[in-house]
């Protein structure tokens, strides 16, 4: 996945691709090339922001990775990774 995959999915509001994007982001599940590392920080900001209110089921590994139950929301995991921002943020930057 690249960062302009991320960026088209948030102005076309592509929920199936934010989705991708934010496990991708969140857990590892995928690659997700960009120029540098900020720039994948700040992608996860505006997905959690476009996320806030999805009620679709995460996947059971983000849910986990995250500390969540199974069966958790898109919304909790968004409003999850903003209470713990430091330490998501800083796993993004390592992960690159």
């Given at each position: 996945m690249k960062l302009r995959d991320i960026t088209?999915?948030?102005v076309g509001e592509d929920q199936a691709m934010?989705?991708?994007a934010f496990?991708?982001?969140v857990a590892g599940q995928e690659a997700v090339?960009?120029?540098s590392p900020g720039m994948l920080v700040v992608a996860l900001n505006r997905l959690c922001a476009a996320l806030q209110k999805d009620d679709g089921v995460m996947p059971e590994a983000v849910?986990?990775?995250l500390g969540l139950p199974a069966g958790s929301?898109?919304?909790a995991g968004a409003a999850?990774?903003?209470a713990d921002w430091t330490r998501?943020?800083?796993t993004i930057v390592e992960r690159v």
């Open positions: 088209d999915a948030l934010m989705r991708q496990g991708a982001l090339e960009a120029a849910a986990q990775f929301s898109f919304a999850r990774v903003k998501m943020s800083r």
